[in-house]
């Protein structure tokens, strides 16, 4: 088992900026990929970003690409996720997932968060 703990959730401006973590315990933080997904009001749940196991590949969706930037630090067991430039669209419960392998598909995680509340205001 993988337990994840999001952080780092709050209220923001468009065009602001900021940064989720989310931490893991339990199995080896560094034999899993990990990701980031988001479920907006009455929305289906979608793909942010992805990291694999070494952090050498990344992977985005294309509404935030240039403006999000996964990162993972194996020694912390932590992986974040910066957000900039900030949209009142992005807002959303975001959620930390881990899997086996290196995907941006959500059937691939099988662990998951809690998740944290990003709300952007225009």
């Known amino acids: 088992q993988v337990q994840l703990v999001e952080s780092g959730g709050g209220l923001v401006q468009a065009g602001g900026s900021l940064r989720l973590s989310c931490v893991a315990s339990?199995?080896?933080?560094?034999?899993?990929?990990m990701g980031w997904f988001r479920q907006a009001p009455g929305k289906e749940r979608e793909f942010v970003a992805a990291?694999?196991?070494?952090?050498?590949?990344?992977s985005y969706a294309d509404s935030v690409k240039g403006r999000f930037t996964i990162s993972r630090d194996n020694a912390k067991n932590t992986v974040s996720l910066q957000m900039n430039s900030l949209k009142p669209e992005d807002t959303a419960v975001y959620y930390c997932?881990?899997?086996?392998?290196?995907?941006?598909?959500?059937?691939?995680?099988?662990?998951w968060g809690q998740g944290t509340q990003v709300t952007v205001s225009s």
């Open positions: 997932a881990a899997a086996q392998r290196f995907s941006s598909s959500a059937g691939a995680f099988a662990y």
């Open positions: 339990g199995r080896t933080f560094s034999n899993y990929a």
């Open positions: 990291i694999s196991w070494s952090g050498a590949s990344t």
